[in-house]
């Protein structure tokens, strides 16, 4: 702990010091470490209380009211989930389990799933507690608004493991402190000093995610909260657009009267109320009327529209073709600029694969110490951890092409049949990378069935033969004849 003009630092955090460091006289050498901490000390990374709560609030509040903001999130969602996520099993108890904890009229994940991953991007983490049936071992899932949390606590020894969650005090009801539950023994991921802090958190275990944020970071970053201003500037400045295009399209009628006082035009004017369409004015050559609409000299505002809109969408990553965005972009071009948010749309997805794959595994390890469940299951004749005996199925985000890959694999196979028939490779090498080329499409195809007489290359040779077990008969049979 180190104290400078009336401040200390203690564990990260700058505090009020009850009494101010004194300053060393003139000409009095002092410690050249005086009011720093040293580099190898945890800094906090985490955004002031009154910060967090006030991003929770902008977030939602652009969510309901910016379209663009709400957008950006439904698109995130809507690529994440896709037609859903599930798991999978090949063993009938863990299937059974995990089916029944998934379905459960409180957990509903195929329902209440795609709220949990909108909010995830909207907020920037997700708390759920977890309460579980003593006897059953059966988990239900609860949810905590995230401007409820007071603080989440860290492992003082290690400041990527999260060990706690306390709640805001409500009234006269004193805030809950839940465990976080850890994908493993506490024992074993925790340092002593860890664990005696997550003791500490009394009141049940919980589940709690983030994203956007980094690794001494105990708090989560909502994925509007660097463009939030942008998003209202942007909404602000097509509404006085709006409004100007609303003055450019009215006008006004101008009467002209020859040789008359003001008074006389005033007496004239009564008489001549606004006309109406289809009427008839008549009228000598001291009278004329025109409609005249404003020239207020406003320059095309698409160009700067445009701008706006694609700063938002390139920190992004996303393509102004998903919002509406013609102009030049051609077919090609909009295929180039797909890769970045796939990567981007494809690595939320694994977080949210991981959060499902840690819910679950809870959820077997409960029923496991409830005797619900067995420690290992036999998969396939191999003994496999019931914990482990699952995974998770998500959509493939990307978009396939079968026009484009049908014409690849044509090319490729027309290429290697060549390069086969020129004795350039064996059939079992050209049967390999026609199926490497497929599975980049999704597919999985063995080179072993893909080329029945083929046989792969021993690692320590450097020929490359066919191995046709037919024609090597033949030739035996030749040989023992010649004989």
């Not at 939602?60 to 859903?84: H, K, P, Q, S």
């Not at 196979?413 to 086969?420: G, K, M, P, Q, Y």
């Amino acid at each position: 702990m180190r104290a400078y003009m009336g401040l200390q630092v203690e564990d990260g955090d700058v505090v009020k010091a009850k009494e101010a460091a004194p300053i060393p006289p003139a000409g009095i050498t002092r410690d050249p470490g005086y009011g720093f901490r040293p580099l190898s000390q945890q800094s906090q990374r985490d955004l002031i209380p009154t910060t967090q709560e006030r991003m929770f609030e902008i977030a939602y509040w652009l969510y309901e009211t910016n379209g663009m903001a709400a957008g950006i999130l439904t698109t995130t969602r809507d690529f994440v989930v896709g037609e859903g996520i599930g798991f999978e099993s090949e063993d009938a108890k863990v299937k059974a389990a995990l089916k029944k904890f998934w379905s459960d009229p409180v957990n509903l994940f195929d329902l209440k799933l795609p709220k949990k991953v909108l909010e995830l991007g909207m907020y920037g983490e997700q708390c759920y507690p977890v309460f579980t049936s003593e006897f059953a071992g059966n988990a239900r899932l609860g949810y905590v608004d995230p401007a409820n949390i007071k603080e989440v606590v860290c492992d003082p020894e290690n400041a990527e493991i999260l060990v706690g969650v306390a709640l805001k005090t409500r009234g006269n009801k004193k805030g809950k402190r839940y465990q976080i539950a850890l994908d493993g023994e506490p024992a074993e991921m925790l340092s002593q000093e860890g664990q005696q802090l997550r003791a500490t958190f009394g009141d049940g275990e919980c589940f709690y995610f983030t994203i956007n944020s980094v690794s001494n970071a105990t708090r989560g970053r909502s994925d509007l909260l660097n463009i939030a201003d942008w998003l209202d500037a942007y909404e602000e400045f097509l509404f006085v657009r709006l409004d100007a295009r609303g003055a450019m399209n009215s006008f006004v009628w101008d009467y002209k009267f020859t040789g008359l006082t003001e008074d006389q035009i005033r007496d004239k004017m009564k008489d001549l109320p606004p006309p109406k369409r289809g009427s008839v004015f008549g009228h000598n050559e001291n009278v004329e009327r025109d409609a005249i609409a404003p020239d207020l000299k406003a320059d095309d505002a698409s160009a700067d529209a445009t701008m706006f809109k694609n700063h938002v969408l390139g920190s992004k990553g996303i393509p102004p073709t998903w919002f509406a965005e013609g102009g030049d972009v051609n077919r090609a071009s909009a295929a180039e600029m797909e890769p970045r948010i796939i990567k981007m749309l494809t690595a939320r997805q694994k977080i949210v694969i991981y959060m499902l794959t840690v819910i679950c595994r809870y959820q077997l390890r409960r029923k496991i110490a409830a005797g619900e469940l067995t420690k290992t299951v036999t998969i396939k004749g191999e003994p496999v951890p019931t914990e482990e005996a699952f995974s998770i199925k998500a959509p493939d985000i990307s978009v396939k092409d079968l026009v484009k890959m049908g014409s690849v694999l044509q090319q490729v196979s027309t290429s290697l049949l060549i390069a086969e028939q020129q004795g350039w490779v064996s059939k079992y090498s050209a049967a390999r990378f026609f199926t490497d080329i497929a599975t980049t499409f999704g597919s999985k195809i063995d080179p072993a069935i893909a080329s029945e007489d083929a046989q792969p290359e021993t690692p320590d040779s450097n020929v490359t033969k066919d191995y046709n077990p037919r024609a090597q008969e033949a030739l035996r049979k030749r040989f023992a004849v010649a004989r």
